[in-house]
């Protein structure tokens, strides 16, 4: 007989900053409600670096220590990109043995011509290098041109679930796995990644909603779990455009050095959130049993020096 059925490990929910400069109180928002999320889910709580691309030098260290000044703890050794090329390759492979990758020679330039093609969504690579023949295919490559690898897709558009946009149809193309340079391209880092981690629950900025299609497709191909969407939405600055460093005092040592701490920026974004009232004194636990997804605003968070208690015309 067997014994009584054990419960499925919980899965995890995670954050998973790209180590280009200081977290901005946007992202920093972002990472709570991850937190959140995971945390009223019973989910663990995972920090990824995704520093294939764009790092600088202790800007992930930086990230870490905001995360713990603000009370969002994690599970777990924190996970790098660069450390995990081999599973990036693995992926790729598999791929590659099911017939759906080929090399792709095109410039960006020659993509962002031909992109305006009349087929397909816009934007869309057009396939020019998909069906080369190996006479073509080796005529690019004694030219020297780099190759970049793509995903011979099967489909033009997927959908998936997501917990704050609902239902969401998004177009699908031959999305680059490797880069001409030989890096692993984000979406397929991010898919592997959060499968290998055990993540099931993607809390992230709605600038990434477009992605997710292409993303939960290549996990399908790959034969990996679906996961839940929650993209959020971003912080923007007056002019509603995204929140960015050059807004002013937007990080946390900015905006210590105007005298309003951590635990200060924390209700800040509680309050942006509805889960507290302004100047309320919060801890990342105590909002706990305060946060519900459903309640969470629909509109991007307008962030000046007002709200932040910076003082106006500092931020
Ligand atoms: N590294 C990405 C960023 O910082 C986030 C990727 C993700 O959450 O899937 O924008």
């Given at each position: 007989?067997?014994?009584?059925?054990?419960?499925?490990?919980?899965?995890?929910?995670?954050?998973?900053?790209?180590?280009?400069?200081?977290?901005?109180?946007?992202?920093?928002?972002?990472?709570?409600?991850?937190?959140?999320?995971?945390?009223?889910?019973?989910?663990?709580?995972?920090?990824?670096?995704?520093?294939?691309?764009?790092?600088?030098?202790?800007?992930?260290?930086?990230?870490?220590?905001?995360?713990?000044?603000?009370?969002?703890?994690?599970?777990?050794?924190?996970?790098?990109?660069?450390?995990?090329?081999?599973?990036?390759?693995?992926?790729?492979?598999?791929?590659?043995?099911q017939g759906l990758v080929y090399e792709c020679f095109c410039s960006r330039r020659e993509i962002a011509e031909a992109a305006s093609a009349?087929?397909?969504?816009?934007?869309?690579?057009?396939?020019?290098?998909?069906?080369?023949?190996?006479?073509?295919?080796?005529?690019?490559?004694?030219?020297?041109?780099?190759?970049?690898?793509?995903?011979?897709?099967?489909?033009?558009?997927?959908?998936?679930?997501?917990?704050?946009?609902?239902?969401?149809?998004?177009?699908?193309?031959?999305?680059?796995?490797?880069?001409?340079?030989?890096?692993?391209?984000?979406?397929?880092?991010?898919?592997?990644?959060?499968?290998?981690?055990?993540?099931?629950?993607?809390?992230?900025?709605?600038?990434?909603?477009?992605?997710?299609?292409?993303?939960?497709?290549?996990?399908?191909?790959?034969?990996?779990?679906?996961?839940?969407?929650?993209?959020?939405?971003?912080?923007?600055?007056?002019?509603?455009?995204?929140?960015?460093?050059?807004?002013?005092?937007?990080?946390?040592?900015?905006?210590?050095?105007?005298?309003?701490?951590?635990?200060?920026?924390?209700?800040?974004?509680?309050?942006?959130?509805?889960?507290?009232?302004?100047?309320?004194?919060?801890?990342?636990?105590?909002?706990?049993?305060?946060?519900?997804?459903?309640?969470?605003?629909?509109?991007?968070?307008?962030?000046?020096?007002?709200?932040?208690?910076?003082?106006?015309?500092?931020?």
């Amino acid at each position: 007989m067997p014994g009584p059925a054990t419960p499925p490990a919980p899965g995890a929910g995670r954050f998973a900053p790209t180590p280009s400069g200081d977290l901005h109180v946007g992202n920093l928002r972002t990472a709570l409600l991850a937190w959140l999320f995971a945390r009223t889910t019973g989910r663990r709580f995972l920090v990824r670096i995704e520093d294939l691309d764009r790092a600088r030098a202790g800007s992930a260290d930086r990230q870490l220590a905001d995360l713990r000044a603000l009370g969002l703890e994690w599970d777990g050794p924190v996970v790098r990109q660069r450390d995990r090329l081999p599973l990036y390759d693995a992926a790729i492979d598999r791929l590659a043995g099911q017939g759906l990758v080929y090399e792709c020679f095109c410039s960006r330039r020659e993509i962002a011509e031909a992109a305006s093609a009349p087929h397909g969504p816009p934007g869309a690579y057009p396939g020019t290098c998909r069906d080369l023949t190996p006479e073509q295919r080796a005529a690019r490559r004694a030219a020297g041109r780099p190759a970049a690898l793509r995903l011979r897709a099967g489909v033009e558009t997927w959908t998936v679930h997501d917990l704050v946009a609902g239902d969401h149809t998004g177009p699908v193309d031959d999305l680059v796995l490797r880069r001409g340079d030989g890096t692993a391209a984000y979406n397929l880092a991010v898919v592997v990644d959060d499968a290998d981690q055990g993540v099931d629950q993607v809390v992230r900025g709605d600038d990434l909603l477009s992605s997710s299609p292409r993303q939960a497709y290549l996990a399908r191909l790959l034969g990996l779990p679906e996961v839940g969407y929650a993209h959020v939405p971003l912080a923007v600055n007056p002019h509603g455009a995204r929140l960015a460093k050059r807004d002013g005092a937007v990080t946390l040592a900015d905006l210590a050095v105007r005298g309003v701490g951590p635990p200060a920026v924390l209700g800040v974004l509680a309050a942006s959130l509805g889960l507290a009232a302004p100047g309320e004194p919060v801890t990342s636990a105590g909002l706990l049993a305060r946060f519900d997804p459903a309640a969470l605003p629909a509109r991007p968070w307008v962030v000046t020096a007002d709200v932040l208690g910076a003082g106006p015309g500092q931020a």
